[in-house]
């Protein structure tokens, strides 16, 4: 597609609901990360995948969270147990590039999180 | 440690002026590149520039200019004749070369007063 496409774009989820929030990145990038982003902060590093490989899961704050890119393409990342710090908007970003140069990154629209 | 600082949350400017947003960073690595995007209230990111620690040649494009200077770690940016269209929040990041992540500012929220 012309750009990183995330579904849901908005989710209200339960406290103890798991949830799994979709990125499409862009036809061909290799490049594959995931942020969170809390009200008022900039975004955080969560995960970063190359093709389908988990390259750096460091920045996923707890073992409630779980990222996959199965085929090398679309991503899913997967929140069990939210509880309601976890509130916050997900971005999804891809990149062409495989790693050691970085031309920047072309993110998505995000899906904003509520845990209620 | 990666680290970026911008220090004004919130800026309130009238339409045709200028305004500038300071980015200091921290970091170890000699080598290192800096960005800056731009997040209107449609959530994406949009990137506007990257620039690596090797070039401290200042930017112009458009209405929107950066001055590096490594020698006081300071990547700033400024919008001239500033436009509704302008309003957003705008991050500063860090990314040290052969590293995956990018380290972001809070942001400034410019916001631009017809």
């Known amino acids: 597609g012309a750009g990183v496409s995330q579904s849901p774009r908005y989710k209200v989820a339960k406290r103890g609901q798991d949830v799994a929030l979709r990125c499409d990145p862009i036809s061909g990038h290799v490049s594959l990360f995931w942020y969170q982003q809390a009200l008022g902060q900039g975004p955080e590093f969560l995960t970063y995948f190359q093709n389908e490989a988990q390259l750096d899961k460091s920045g996923l704050p707890s073992d409630r969270f779980f990222a996959e890119r199965p085929e090398g393409s679309v991503s899913t990342l997967k929140i069990q147990r939210t509880q309601q710090e976890d509130s916050a908007v997900y971005l999804c970003a891809s990149s062409l590039a495989r790693g050691d140069i970085n031309y920047g990154y072309t993110f998505g629209s995000g899906t904003r999180l509520t845990v209620v | 440690a990666q680290k970026v600082t911008q220090a004004q949350t919130e800026i309130s400017v009238v339409e045709k002026e200028d305004v500038t947003l300071d980015c200091v960073y921290e970091?170890?690595?000699?080598?290192?590149?800096l960005f800056w995007y731009k997040q209107p209230p449609s959530g994406e990111l949009v990137f506007l520039i990257r620039r690596n620690s090797f070039d401290e040649q200042n930017e112009i494009s458009g209405r929107y200019s950066w001055n590096f200077q490594k020698s006081t770690s300071s990547f700033n940016f400024t919008i001239t004749a500033s436009q509704v269209v302008d309003s957003a929040v705008y991050f500063c990041a860090l990314n040290p070369y052969g590293n995956n992540r990018l380290a972001f500012g809070k942001g400034n929220q410019v916001v631009v007063i017809p």
């Open positions: 970091t170890r690595d000699t080598t290192y590149y």
